[in-house]
């Protein structure tokens, strides 16, 4: 199969998906939306309320929010991948559990291998916590790495900026970087960092507010 016929293939798992509870509380599976040559990709946490009522990624305040990230960074929503590391909204938009993160982990993984896409933006403490498990989300928010061989950038979620009005010029920033590491990933890897990860503190993921897509509406 190509990679349109593989995602194709993965949606429709999700929308089936029995694996975790997630599935009592979901109105539409969100198994993400983006060309499946698409050279960004970015992962979210969990989708929100207006998430769950369309079957797409980003569709309420903080996903607009994100498509004016995006243009800023010279990006149009329908040239990348964006997708979530759960699949169905978690009921009362509370953290996905690690049952849930598990059982859609190997759509998200597919996903990924489908795309392989240059670079992988994450959105939020979980969906960094798949690629940087001990990293402090504070930081190295708008930092590029490699890890396993692909450029990850960790950045707080669009809604923690929504929430948390002093983040926000952080969170632009941050995506103001992304054409440069777009053409640093094209060009030439030896400069980006390798992340190394360090002893977890008490505090490691307790860096961000909550952030859930639906939260603020």
Known sequence: ???????????????????????????????????????IMFIGEGPGFYENEQGRPFVGQAGKFLDELLEMAGLKREQVFICNVVKCRPPGNRDPEPQELQACNGYLDRQIEAINPHVIVTL????????????????????????????????????????????????????????????????????????????????????EPPAEQLSLF
């Open 124 to 207: 939020g403490r979980f969906s960094m916590a798949k690629f940087l498990p001990q990293a402090r989300i504070s930081s190295i928010h708008g930092n590029a790495m490699l890890v396993n061989g692909r450029m990850i950038v960790p950045m707080f979620h669009p809604a923690a900026a929504l929430h948390q009005p002093s983040l926000k010029p952080q969170v632009i920033e941050d995506f103001k970087k992304l054409p440069e590491y777009l053409a640093q990933m094209k060009k030439d890897q030896k400069e980006i960092p390798v992340f190394e990860q360090k002893e977890e503190t008490s505090s490691d993921h307790n860096d």
């Open 1 to 39: 199969m190509n990679a349109k016929e593989i995602l194709d293939e993965v949606a429709a798992q999700v929308t089936q998906c029995e694996k975790c509870q997630l599935r009592f509380s979901r109105k539409n599976a969100v198994p993400g939306e983006g060309p499946a040559n698409s050279e």
